[in-house]
């Protein structure tokens, strides 16, 4: 069964612009969650979408925002980016909402 | 305090040794616990997960939760260089979102 693909893998922005990641989860899980990962912060919770609906949010700024699609496919958004907007963005799906998660390859964004 | 507390390392260890490594957390809720490996650019990958206290055994690697002190561990047996790499510890209480550790760097030297 294939993993979690993320696209594109890497990305090269500047202040201002916008961007859209994207998430293909694997074939049967239901809910994708994303996270940013910095050296400084660690793994930081963005949000999770179970069945097209999201179910959980942290605590980040509404300039982020996602969605998922009815073949579970996910997408999110970063509007307006800042230079600490550069890190890691990793999607992971799992089969069922809060159930054990699987990490993609990230995709690695850099704010210049 | 942070909510999930990890020691960043980075701790070396020679091959073959035994590796402990720790995570402590402070939201006693917490019900699910997981432990993560990250090679240098790549994603997360899944070690292990438990729903209990106690221990939980697969290959060279023991799951260690102890609830009561709000205490996780992660051993590694006979380490070898492949195991090189940040390990994250993982939470949640159902229907919350996962928390994850910081992470700790591990080093194993051949």
């Known amino acids: 069964k294939a993993g979690v693909t993320q696209t594109p893998r890497y990305l090269i922005k500047t202040r201002g612009q916008q961007v859209t990641l994207s998430c293909s989860p694997i074939s049967g899980h239901r809910s994708v969650s994303w996270y940013q990962q910095t050296p400084g912060q660690g793994l930081q919770f963005l949000f999770e979408?179970?069945?097209?609906?999201?179910?959980n949010k942290g605590n980040f700024p509404g300039r982020f925002s996602g969605r998922q699609f009815s073949n579970s496919r996910s997408e999110m958004n970063v509007s307006t980016l800042e230079l600490g907007d550069s890190a890691l963005y990793l999607c992971?799906?799992?089969?069922?909402?809060?159930?054990?998660?699987?990490f993609g390859p990230g995709t690695r964004l850099l704010v210049l | 305090q942070k909510e999930v507390e990890q020691d960043p390392g980075p701790l070396s260890v020679p091959e073959g040794a035994i590796v402990s490594l720790n995570c402590t957390y402070s939201?006693?809720?917490?019900?699910?616990f997981m432990w993560y490996r990250q090679y240098s650019r790549k994603g997360p990958e899944l070690l292990m997960y438990t729903y209990s206290s106690g221990n939980k055994e697969d290959g060279r690697f023991t799951a260690q939760v102890d609830k009561s002190s709000k205490y996780i561990s992660l051993f590694i047996r006979d380490s070898q260089p492949s195991d090189s790499a940040t390990y994250l510890c993982a939470m949640s209480n159902y229907g919350q979102n996962f928390v994850f550790g910081p992470g700790t760097r591990l080093s194993v030297l051949p």
């Open positions: 992971a799906s799992s089969v069922g909402a809060q159930e054990t998660q699987y």
């Open positions: 939201n006693s809720a917490f019900q699910y």
């Open positions: 979408y179970f069945s097209e609906t999201q179910r």
